[in-house]
């Protein structure tokens, strides 16, 4: 993927997310809806953790530091628990907030790489941590953490919209 194409699919993909969010009133983002195990707000939460390691990540790259993470080197579910366990530290506005303000950062640092660092180690991309990429290009992995993940929560937003 190019970087173009990166870029629209984190837009689109958050926008699809943004509107299911934005459907849910504000009385309902605190709890979790029936069936679920997480609440709006820590759904928002969970997803803007994601998108903040990925900044991270290629922040610490450009800046010549290491890149290695929880999420990478012990496992998912662990880095997973840690948010859960202050997801709900916030008031949903604040949360969202947050949320909203780091995915402008990702796209940010997504808008600086070349076509080039999305498609193989090369520039920032070689810096990166290979526990991260798996062997996958950069573009793969930024939509595995995102915009291929906020999907998978939409149900979850969908139950807390409808009550």
């Known amino acids: 993927m190019t970087r173009d194409e990166v870029l629209a699919a984190l837009g689109e993909a958050r926008g699809a997310l943004n509107e299911r969010l934005h459907a849910i009133p504000e009385g309902r983002l605190e709890s ?3 069936g679920h ?3 709006p707000r820590a ?3 969970h997803i803007a953790a994601y998108d903040d390691l990925v900044v991270r990540r290629l ?3 450009r800046a010549g530091e290491g890149t290695e993470f929880v999420r990478d080197r012990e496992s998912w579910e662990l880095f997973n628990e840690q948010v859960w366990a202050t997801a709900d530290s916030l008031p949903a506005a604040e949360t969202i907030a947050r949320a909203d303000a780091t995915f402008s950062e990702l796209t940010r640092e997504v808008s600086v ?5 999305l498609a193989g180690p090369v520039g920032v991309t ?8 798996q062997d996958r290009t950069l573009a793969e ?3 595995v953490d995102c915009f291929e993940h906020y999907p ?3 149900a979850l937003l969908e139950a807390a919209a409808a009550g």
């Open 32 to 34: 979790a809806p029936a």
């Open 37 to 39: 195990a997480h609440s």
């Open 43 to 45: 759904i928002v939460a």
């Open 59 to 61: 922040r610490a790259a």
């Open 113 to 117: 790489l070349t076509d080039e660092e």
């Open 126 to 133: 070689a810096a990166i941590d290979p526990a991260w990429l």
């Open 141 to 143: 992995v930024i939509g």
């Open 152 to 154: 998978m929560h939409h």
